[in-house]
Each structure stands twice: as structure tokens, then as C-alpha cells.
């Protein structure tokens, strides 16, 4: 049977049977133009140059090269320590909640953190962009779902990573792939653990 045929087959089982054919849609609270453009590719530069996030390689070779590009010019220290290098300059970190839909009900569902920063001379977010692109390749090969006890949001679960402006500094989206509440809570405790009195 051909696709075209199972589509309308599977169009007409939606109307006779009455299923609920609508799928979940999200939207997130904030939710800016840049993060409607991570859908979980391969790590890119995006065109106002915050980036998309790696996804763990898996052909041999692939992990150098990626961690080679995605962190040329960026010194191994800062690879390692990644966007929240100074924590002295992170202010707050807060839950980052989306509002889920499905036909007519509508529910908030954690997500991931929210970690704010002040601005700080020559730091933009297109270098704190590097600098998580950089160490989220650095580490895609060992970050453990589910790890506790890390002060490292980005090795508890995959996670994206956008950056916007403030206007006291910058704003720091760390949202995991999956929709999975333990998952958040785990991003959300890992970066509550970069503040400066934790």
C-alpha cells in the first residue's frame, strides 16, 4: 500500500472513529524566535548567533572534529568550565515552565533553569553561546541522565542552550530534550548549585 494511501486511510479512521488525531504542542514561557529554531540537529551556528546544541556523535572521529569546531580559539580551561566559569556574576536561577497543549487542556511542565548573569565588559551572548557549544561538545560522551549531585547543568541530562539579553545582563535557557519532569528537576537543581552561596 502506498504512503498516499495509508494517509488517507488514516484520515478517514480519524473522522468515522472520532480519534483524537491533534499531537502536543508546546510553547514556552518565555520562549524567544531563536529557541523555535532548536529542533535537536546536528550543532549549528544560528543566524543571530547563539547555537544549537550537539548531539552526541557516533561515528569515530566525530566527536574530535565536532569538539575541535566547536571550540577553535576557546583555551582548555574554558572548555571546561563552560559559560558559568566566574559564578560570582550569576544572580538568580529560576524554573523555566512551559505551557503544554493538547486539544482544549492546557498544563505547565518544568522544563529546565533559567540562570541569569550580569553583564560583564567584553562578554556577549554570542561568546557565552561558544562557550556552552564548546563544553557541551567537550562532554557530550559523558554526560549520565539522571547524574545527582553535579553543579554542571549540562552533564545531568541533552539539554539546549540559548542566550538572550537583559537589561541588567543576560539570560541563560537550559531546556532538555525530553519532556520529562525528573530530568528537569535534575537541570534545575544542577544549576541552582552554580550560585555563588551554594
Known amino acids: 500500500m502506498s504512503h498516499r494511501m495509508l494517509d488517507t486511510a488514516f484520515g478517514i479512521l480519524c473522522i468515522s472513529q472520532a480519534v483524537a488525531c491533534d499531537t502536543v504542542t ?71 515552565v512551559e505551557t503544554m497543549t493538547q486539544l482544549k487542556f492546557s498544563w505547565s511542565q518544568l522544563r529546565g533553569a533559567m540562570i541569569f548573569m550580569r553583564a560583564t565588559p567584553g562578554t556577549t551572548k554570542q561568546w557565552l553561546n561558544r562557550l556552552g557549544y564548546c563544553h557541551m561538545s567537550s562532554i557530550a560522551g559523558s554526560v549520565a541522565s539522571g547524574a545527582d549531585g553535579v553543579a554542571d547543568p549540562f552533564a545531568v541530562a541533552p539539554v539546549d542552550m540559548t542566550v538572550e539579553d537583559t537589561p541588567q545582563g543576560f539570560v541563560v535557557y537550559i531546556r532538555t530534550r525530553q519532556v520529562d519532569t525528573d530530568l528537569a528537576k535534575l537541570v534545575l537543581e544542577a544549576s541552582k548549585r552554580l550560585l555563588p552561596n551554594r
Open 26 to 96: 508546546e510553547q514556552t514561557q518565555p520562549r524567544s524566535p531563536v529557541q523555535e529554531q532548536i529542533a535537536g540537529s546536528s550543532p549549528k551556528p544560528l543566524t543571530d548567533g547563539t547555537m544549537d546544541v550537539a548531539v552526541v556523535p557516533h561515528a569515530p572521529g566525530a566527536k574530535s572534529s565536532s569538539v575541535d569546531a566547536a571550540c577553535a580559539g576557546i583555551s582548555a580551561q574554558d572548555r571546561e568550565i563552560g559559560p558559568f566559569g566566574d559564578r560570582s556574576q550569576i544572580t538568580s536561577v529560576s524554573p523555566l
